[in-house]
């Protein structure tokens, strides 16, 4: 068969190149396939513009200096050590893409001492024995293993053995028998590394048994350790914290106490942070106004800058929130107590006061330092029932407690929301809509269900209030020239547009890139496509071209909420970032001597990267912990069949969210078939080489649960074709589909040959 490119056909086609890649790994650039197929001359620019093209249609990877097949094992890798094989030499994994699936063993020779372990990592040059076999000749040590090790014990060969927590589970330490502390298979345990006592000997000791792996609960202490969260408080910040007092002075503090502020917050709520109240503004020049109130519990006055609990606040950087558990930011006495805004307490508070238009725009705010006794503790579906005109319920108040409510508090409240959301339609911030899953547990621990977390115009009035207040938290410290610890979210990146513009004409949407790109223009979009087929997947592709927000003493907006300025200022009980805007109001306006010191204003790009940094260890902890709880939910149903949607399209598989119980699991790229599947990265899809046979994000699919392991955090799936309507459509044989459109009628004054008319302009 003739090469387009080369009607001589004495040039390679790329088949050829690909089976010389194959044969040939390691170094192999232009150079040396140039010299093995004879190209020379003006052929060389044609081998150029073929590699080139094979590396935009996912076929091989190539630089300047390198090219092999896309998915092949580079040369050089990193590897790290697993354990030993039942002959007890060494073996190990590649940490790099290509190596998924393939078992690699340590090559034997003289190592660097101390003598390699499980969970070292070395540089290594790699050498493929057989299909999914791989030797691995060690270089040089990069990382020795953890000191403290976590694991679930397992019976052996009738040895104790301890496997890890990674998903694959694939570190194997023994466990003598001596050093058990009574823990036997199933429990998780700490353990920390034992010299061994014979070659390839990988010995532990068990330090802390933490609970049976049959526990749910246990499943959030695995994601705690893997990420590396503290849990335990120091004895001189207990101390500090036991030090506390409730404060009685209403010395330089505004009386709230009056007036009937509220917290709602979930069901399970802790500690409550955020008190609002509203009433109609009685100035005659605002008619239809709202004056607002948003109080804030007054951390600032327990922590201190320079303190004990300051410096563990800042350690933590922010509570992590799991299934079973809070790792709170500030000790219980702090946090659940002396800070809470627990209904009919005195409590000390940042309040700050707004007045609106009835279009919901601001029209002035001051801030004081006040004191306040809240008037209920309502959770989201109370308020939200009570604005309904219902009569829930309510803990430790009396039966016409919520009519009072409703007339006093919730209907000002919900009125003043109207308000806020007129604004804030005409800013126009980002709409993307993807629902979130709950994971429910019973009291003993037991996983009761996992349901979409229920959206109400109650947690959409606290979420007004508190933006509007953080608006104003960052306005006031600009304004007096103060350090200000921002939220920043900057526009998406060019070339997440243009991978998002390509994806959307795929779909028969177009989407300009023009010099300023603002929210309005993904939530045009996003109406576009309001109730069709690709709804779902178009938020996920607009969610992924975000960027990530974070902490900076430097402005450069918030563009997912459309605002120029933004900073965190209502959350201090779980925030350290808030704490410290926080102190910079008391700093700025003088209302106390415990505000921001000026080495810590000095001190805020380096603060707002370490707690952006901790903000995100503590988001990744949360999914895992999620991944697990899920994982033993889906447990009981190995071998069940779920309909779900591809939610995320790789070279080494699809991830799949099933829509009973939003568990996401992965369909490995080998059970796909026999076939070569390329990986179309701006489509969000796989093809087959052969059958066309195309996985698309977002598209519906039946699965069958093959494996779930709470432990790992994993659920293995494959596709089971041809059940029912979620079958047929589990693999097209085209990309997607253009959206469909509206026919128009014809104009009968339209130019020949489809020529549009031009249009006229008014």
Not at 343 to 365: L, N, Y
Not at 428 to 443: C, F, N, T, Y
């Amino acid at each position: 068969m003739k090469d387009k490119k080369n009607p001589e056909n004495h040039l390679p086609s790329r088949e050829d190149i690909l089976n010389f890649l194959r044969d040939n790994p390691g170094r192999t650039g232009k150079r040396e396939i140039a010299r093995a197929f004879n190209i020379k001359g003006g052929d060389r620019i044609w081998l150029k513009q073929v590699l080139r093209e094979m590396t935009a249609e996912g076929l091989i990877e190539h630089s300047r200096r390198d090219s092999r097949i896309k998915g092949e094992l580079p040369p050089v890798a990193i590897v790290e050590i697993t354990g030993t094989d039942p002959d007890g030499e060494l073996e190990g994994r590649i940490l790099h893409r290509a190596g998924e699936g393939v078992r690699v063993v340590i090559a034997p020779g003289r190592h660097a001492a101390p003598a390699p372990g499980p969970g070292d990592r070395f540089l290594a040059r790699l050498q493929k024995q057989e299909e999914n076999l791989c030797e691995a000749r060690l270089m040089r040590r990069i990382a020795r293993a953890p000191a403290e090790l976590l694991g679930t014990l397992q019976r052996e060969n009738g040895k104790t053995v301890l496997r890890g927590t990674d998903r694959k589970g694939r570190s194997r330490w023994i466990v003598p028998e001596d050093h058990l502390m009574g823990a036997g298979p199933g429990d998780l345990v700490l353990a920390e590394p034992l010299e061994g006592s014979g070659p390839r000997q990988y010995l532990a000791r068990i330090t802390r048994v933490l609970g049976n792996t049959e526990n749910p609960r246990v499943l959030s202490l695995i994601a705690i350790h893997d990420h590396g969260i503290p849990t335990v408080f120091p004895d001189e910040v207990l101390a500090e914290a036991a030090a506390k007092r409730p404060v009685r002075s209403m010395r330089g503090r505004e009386d709230l106490c009056p007036l009937p502020l509220i917290t709602i917050d979930p069901a399970d709520a802790r500690d409550h942070d955020d008190a609002v109240w509203a009433a109609a503004d009685d100035d005659p020049a605002n008619k239809g106004g709202w004056k607002l109130i948003v109080a804030i519990a007054d951390v600032a006055h327990y922590v201190t800058p320079g303190s004990a609990l300051d410096r563990e606040a800042l350690k933590r950087g922010n509570s992590t929130y799991f299934p079973d558990r809070v790792v709170p930011m500030l000790p219980e006495k702090l946090s659940g107590d002396l800070c809470s805004l627990h209904p009919g307490v005195k409590r000390p508070c940042m309040a700050v006061h707004i007045r609106i238009d009835a279009g919901g725009r601001k029209i002035e705010h001051r801030f004081s330092r006040a004191m306040m006794r809240s008037a209920a503790n309502l959770t989201y579906q109370q308020a939200q029932a009570i604005a309904d005109g219902q009569n829930p319920p309510l803990a430790d108040m009396d039966p016409d407690a919520p009519a009072r409510l409703r007339e006093e508090v919730i209907g000002p409240l919900f009125s003043a929301y109207r308000a806020l959301t007129r604004a804030r339609d005409a800013r126009g911030p980002l709409a993307i809509d993807i629902p979130e899953r709950q994971v429910k547990l019973s009291d003993e621990g037991e996983i009761l269900s996992v349901a979409p977390r229920e959206r109400l115009d109650a947690h959409r009035l606290i979420e007004e209030f508190m933006v509007l207040a953080n608006v104003c938290a960052a306005e006031t410290l600009e304004a007096a020239r103060k350090p200000c610890m921002y939220r920043v979210h900057e526009e998406p990146k060019r070339e997440k547009l243009v991978s998002l513009k390509t994806f959307l004409k795929s779909i028969g949407i177009s989407f300009s890139i023009g010099q300023v790109i603002r929210p309005s223009h993904f939530n045009r979009v996003l109406k576009q496509v309001e109730g069709s087929e690709y709804a779902e997947m178009v938020n996920q592709v607009i969610l992924r071209c975000q960027t990530q927000a974070y902490y900076s003493p430097e402005n450069l907006g918030h563009f997912g909420l459309a605002l120029p300025r933004y900073a965190h200022f209502t959350s201090p009980i779980r925030r350290y970032a808030d704490l410290l805007v926080h102190r910079g109001l008391i700093a700025a306006l003088g209302l106390g001597k415990d505000g921001l010191r000026d080495e810590d204003g000095a001190d805020f790009a380096e603060t707002g990267r370490q707690i952006s940094d901790l903000e995100r260890r503590s988001m990744a902890a949360e999914r895992a912990a999620n991944d697990r709880f899920l994982a033993a939910f889906m447990k009981d149903r190995i071998g069940g069949i779920f309909a779900g949607r591809i939610s995320g399209v790789t070279r080494f598989g699809l991830f799949v969210t099933l829509e009973e119980s939003g568990a996401d699991g992965l369909v490995p790229i080998r059970s796909l078939g026999h076939e070569y599947f390329r990986h179309d990265e701006d489509h969000h899809c796989l093809i087959g080489e052969r059958s066309g046979k195309t996985y698309r994000l977002a598209q519906k699919i039946d699965v069958r649960l093959l494996e779930a392991t709470p432990i790992a955090g994993g659920l293995l799936l494959e596709i089971v074709e041809n059940q029912g309507q979620t079958g047929k459509d589990s693999a097209e044989t085209k990309t997607a589909a253009p959206l469909k459109k509206k026919k128009k009628k014809k104009d009968k004054h339209s130019r020949r040959k489809g020529r549009p008319r031009r249009a006229r302009t008014s």
